[in-house]
């Protein structure tokens, strides 16, 4: 019993890893183009599409902490009412 759950599972992984393709999209025949967002001159390539600008990935800032540094005083930190 336990064999057979053992194989199924490694078939369907094995079925689910074969599923991918590596083709390029194309469009569908008889479809129409996408339409050329506002203010644009051409349509957005591919590869336009698909990079995040720099707002969506910003650059990481890896700056460690070099020594303890006491707070300064903060006048909005107040203690919650009550």
Not at 70 to 79: A, K
């Amino acid at each position: 019993m336990k064999n057979h759950l053992v194989i199924a599972t490694l078939a369907a992984t094995a079925l689910l890893g074969a599923c991918g393709s590596k083709q390029d999209l194309k469009p569908v025949a008889g479809q129409p183009d996408p339409v050329i967002p506002v203010g644009a001159t051409r349509a957005p390539t591919t590869e336009e599409l698909t990079t995040p600008d720099a707002q969506a990935r910003p650059a990481r800032s890896d700056e460690l902490l070099k020594r303890s540094e006491q707070r300064e005083p903060d006048d909005f930190d107040l203690p919650p009412p009550g």
